[in-house]
């Protein structure tokens, strides 16, 4: 039987070590807060997370991470992105030597500009062989009341993807392999910024159409980075691209979503980030993002827009009007 840690008890790391008890894989889920993993534990519930919904049994709830990672084939890891660094370093003794680090996260680190299986390999010392990445539209509360569910499981080494995607597959998550690491991390991350985007553009009132655009044009400028750093083009239109700027962008569950239309509504950023629940990722990886593109010489007028609205550096309204004026130009360059 494959055994999996799961690193990170907040609401995706809590839903992802469900969908491999149901999948039948021995599943350990590490927490740092006492209170939350006991509630895991004994009561097979989280409802700070994922309110209202009963865990399967089988979850190993532990706050000892050498608990946790003792021989697991699979460690998976759900912490927030600009502090996950920090938080996997001291463990990197206690990964088993073979295990298949996955990242759950969806966000480009600050000031490296590395996507989250970069960072894992490189405080873990593993190669590429041992990096996997989960994405997709997979909002955790539809997820923890097993809605069905596809998602992509990216490697470079097929053997890897399989063996994540055996462990996870069930009656209602279907995940699908793919070599393309950078892509499909690039769209996990790059979705949130543009998730944000649309959700200044909905509290501001606007309509489908405005929605539309923003997922649209975000899609294009997300493929015209990945393509610039070596991601592969059906990438885009796949689940971990089309798929997850759809449910994040169209989703109230979303956080991103959430605070963005917070934003748009007329609130600070401290005030809609209070007012949000869970963690925000686009909001720091909308400058990571820009800095990604400036290395690679690529343009994201979107991003742009979105870092210059979450500085507050001018008016939401100010910045849309000048991405819709800016010089015209053919649909596809
Ligand atoms: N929630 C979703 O629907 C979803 C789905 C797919 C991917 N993701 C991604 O998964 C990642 C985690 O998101 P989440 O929804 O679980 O966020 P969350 O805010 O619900 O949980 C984050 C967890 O990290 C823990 N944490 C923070 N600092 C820590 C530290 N120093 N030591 C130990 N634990 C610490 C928190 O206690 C919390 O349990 C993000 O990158 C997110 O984009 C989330
Ligand atoms: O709640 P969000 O905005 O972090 O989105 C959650 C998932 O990434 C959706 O696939």
Redesign the pocket.
Known sequence: MTRAAVL??????TTFAAVMADAGTDVRLW???AEVVRSIRDDRLHDR?IPGVELPEGILATTDIEEALTDADIVAV????Q?MRD?VTPFRDLVPDGAVAVS????IELGTHARMSEVLGDVWGLGPERLAVVSGP???REIAQRQPTATVIASPDAEAAELVAASTASSYFRPYTNDDLVGVELCGAYK?VIAVGVGITDGLGFGHNTTATVITRGLAEITRLGLAIGARPETFSGLAGMGDLIATCASPLSRNHTLGAHLGRGRTLDEALALTT??A?GVKTAAAVQQLAGDAEVDVPICDGVVTMLAGEAPVEAVIESLITRPRKAEVD
């Open positions: 990170g008890a907040g609401a995706w790391g927490g740092r807060d997370a759900a912490v927030p992105a502090h938080i759950l996260m969806k966000g997979n909002l955790a949130n869970g963690t990722e």
